[in-house]
């Protein structure tokens, strides 16, 4: 940390920070690179160093000290207790969060990830209302630093109810100041069926105006594909809920190990796929029944099904099996919201694939546990 209780790079770990420079000489070598910079933050960013060490918040006659909230009172973070919260009610508070982020700006950094600061029924109630008051706190920062940031919320863990209820509160505090947040907890990881639950939950935030203008998304977590006792899934059934719910993609993993097959690899790039996570809006689940969950998204430029003012897709469908047994799906285009809709031209967009004019209804053949079909329509009339 600097004087000012403010944390900085490791200066054997990263040499070129020597002399105060920060992460200025790197951020720029990775800008001229053509890539963003990113980096991992938590809670109000307080250290117990800077605690300990009692530092003077920078412009301001306050300390560290005099801001934190401490353990007793719920303030540390659980599962790294070298950080802590601030209150935001102290004066010095919002001095302390511009100074650190005005830092980030100078660096050059682009994405920030506030970790251990999820949103649970139980936060909303404590009696700091410390996290949606911190997220505040840094989103108000970010926009007086002058350099736009993505803001990216993860809770760290917390109980979190199965159905997403405990995620409605979480969106309507932060879709608005942050730019994604994370809804799911990291134990939850191959249970796609609380997925789906909590994605349903979320769909009135679902590209929200966030941080600096920006869409704002409800965040399912990390594309490493799911594999556990509980769920034997398929990535391609990952990739699918995860772009017709818009959530962000990021794959949690080092892209050059071979672990991460050609396949997956294909699956993650598939330009088609990715246009619906990108230009997809009014995206809903259609049904979830009988082990078949259905979700269907417009295109952007289409205002009805049978809208075909645009060149791009009037309507997106996914079509998704967690049964332990292949199954036939299938969606009407009256269940679409169309009742005057007789047939659409659908694309596979996995395949790429033309099935050329379709009446009435798409259908799928779904693979057992982790089938999974998405497509495009247009042309509908």
Request: hydrophobic share 40%.
């Amino acid at each position: 940390m600097d004087e000012f209780g403010r944390p900085q790079p490791d200066v054997e770990k990263w040499p070129s920070s020597i002399g105060g420079k920060g992460f200025k000489p790197f951020s720029d070598k990775i800008h001229a690179m053509g890539l963003r910079l990113g980096i991992h933050t938590l809670r109000g960013s307080v250290s117990a160093a800077a605690i300990f060490a009692n530092s003077n918040i920078k412009g301001t006659s306050s300390n560290i000290a005099d801001i934190v909230i401490p353990a007793s009172e719920g303030g540390q973070c659980n599962w790294n207790q070298d950080w802590f919260a601030v209150n935001a009610t102290h004066p010095a508070s919002a001095a302390f969060i511009d100074s650190v982020y005005q830092q980030y700006a100078d660096w050059g950094i682009d994405f920030i990830k506030n970790d251990c600061i999820g949103v649970t029924t139980d936060a909303l109630n404590h009696p700091h209302n410390y996290v949606p008051s911190n997220i505040a706190l840094v989103s108000a920062a970010i926009q007086k630093s002058g350099r736009p940031m993505t803001y990216s919320l993860s809770p760290g863990g917390g109980n979190r109810s199965l159905n997403g209820t405990d995620e409605i509160p979480l969106a309507a505090a932060v879709a608005n100041i942050t730019n994604l947040y994370r809804i799911t907890d990291d134990w939850h990881g191959g249970d796609m069926k609380y997925h789906y639950a909590v994605a349903h939950a979320m769909e009135p935030f679902i590209g929200a105006v966030g941080l600096g203008g920006d869409l704002s998304f409800p965040d399912l977590d990390m594309l490493n594909p799911y594999t556990n006792a509980k769920d034997d899934l398929d990535f391609k059934l990952q990739m699918t809920l995860w772009a017709i719910a818009r959530s962000p993609l990021m794959y949690g993993a080092d892209i050059r190990d071979p672990s991460l097959t050609a396949a997956d690899f294909a699956l993650m790039t598939n330009a088609r796929v990715l246009d619906v996570q990108v230009k997809s809006v009014k995206n809903r689940q259609i049904y979830s029944k009988g082990g078949v969950v259905v979700w269907a998204a417009m295109g952007a430029n289409a205002a009805t099904l049978s809208d075909s003012s645009s060149a791009d897709p009037t309507a997106y469908v996914a079509l998704m099996n967690y049964n332990t047994h292949p199954v036939n799906a299938s969606v009407t285009y009256q269940q679409l919201g169309s009742l005057a809709v007789s047939s659409c031209t659908v694309i596979n967009l996995w395949s790429g694939q033309s099935l050329g004019t379709v009446e009435a209804a798409v259908t799928a053949q779904l693979a057992a546990s982790n089938g999974a079909a998405l497509y495009s329509l247009s042309a509908c009339k």
